[in-house]
């Protein structure tokens, strides 16, 4: 089922919730505009000019030439952005606040002065009782619902230089073709089982974050996605299309199950998003679209405390709750990306540990619950400074069918389709695991791949 949203029917209030923010996101973005004097003063200078450089539809334009504050918030204004239109004009809170009442400013003066507007008439009770009576309102009888399918989850390294070789043409050339080889099976398996949405584990390596902002779990709700500039330009890849819709519900879901994302409409996709992308779908020209659309998770795993692999895998779990209640019958896959053992800095540069990076991957597949449990200090030592990036893999890895809410074994069950190892690529270890749910898996694949190391 949906989520809940019991606040929609708190009465004369609308609640900034992920809905209201799409639709609202460029009016209250505009409204942020107007915290710069200069933009104030061309906004007053000429107020449709003004607005006809931001992306709002007619009413929302109307809305904000009227000083109407409850159309704005009906079309996704959020009060606080609101209400730097109202001090552009010199209008305090009060005279805002009062201006969607009904009343004079006097009189909501007069009210606040008695002590404020009565909770009496104002419960979820008044309204749901006065809706009966106008509209012979009555609750909607259950439906049964469909609900996505996550049908495999995919693993894979995401090294810049992979997308630069494939970018410049060098997929063939001897150093790299051992790399490219070993996800030959899973293009294969990709067109043949296309999803409607990947969920992307991997993590922002400074570019759309840098030390100002450093958020621990992202989400990305936005509608689009564009290719970053890395400082080389940007790779020739098309730019990525979000879900803006299921975002939001695993958004509210994930929050509400205590996992506290930071939700971002825009930002830019580096390598970490895009060479996986390239790995399992192919060569794209930057105008032909990837063929699903994507919801980018990105996570903290470059400054230091870094999320431990146990909260990473109970995300994983959440993640799967969080799919499994939204109410469109979707094709899921969901991917952990990063590592494998490397280290990019200091006197271990290059650091690579074959029979480490084995073992995990063994571990992955069979005990991913002890594998969470493995602390930083062993991927830091054993895997090199930037092999924390597999901590990644245990969101993926949790979110599958033979995982249990608890951690322990569910009841479904998980295939090995297709494991891939490769030393090197550029400064880094490759690895690379395709896993099925049984139920889900599309006979029509075929049997699985076999292991290559």
Known sequence: MTMDKPYLDVPGTTIFDADQSAKGYHLNQFCMSLMKPDNRARFIADQSAYLDEWELSPEQKQAVLDLDLNECIRLGGNIYFLSKIGATFGLSFQQMAGSMTGMTEAEYRDMMLAGGRSIEGNRIRDALAARIVEQGYAAPSPAAEAHPTISASVYTSHVPAIGAAMDLGKTEEPYWKAVFDGYEWSRQWMADNTPDVVILVYNDHATAFDLHLIPTFVIG??????????????????????????????????????????????????????????????????????????????????????????????????????????????????????????????????????????????????????????????????????????????????????????????AGTTEVLHRFYHVPASNTAVGHLVLANHAAQDPASGPAAPTQE
């Open 221 to 410: 709700t936005g509608p689009h996605f564009p290719v970053a500039d890395e400082g080389y330009g940007p790779r020739p890849v098309p730019p990525v299309e979000g879900d803006p819709d299921f975002a939001a519900h695993l958004a509210q879901a994930l929050i509400l199950d205590d996992f506290d994302l930071t939700l971002v409409n825009e930002m830019a996709v580096d390598h970490g998003l895009t060479v996986p992308l390239s790995l399992m779908f192919g060569e794209r020209p930057p105008d032909e679209p990837w063929p699903c659309k994507v919801i980018p998770l990105a996570v903290n795993v470059v400054q230091y405390p870094v999320p431990h692999g146990a909260r990473c895998y109970a995300l994983g779990r959440a993640l799967r709750r969080a799919v499994e209640s939204y109410d469109k019958p979707l094709r899921v896959q969901i991917w952990g990306t990063g590592g494998m053992s490397h280290q990019l800095q200091g006197p271990r540069a290059g650091l690579i540990n074959r029979e480490w990076d084995n073992a995990f991957l063994d571990r992955l597949i069979s005990d991913p619950a002890g594998q969470a449990e493995v602390g930083h200090l062993n991927y830091v030592e054993e895997a090199g400074s930037e092999g924390i990036e597999l901590v990644m893999w245990l969101i993926a890895r949790g979110a599958m069918a033979d995982i249990a809410d608890d951690g322990g074994p569910g």
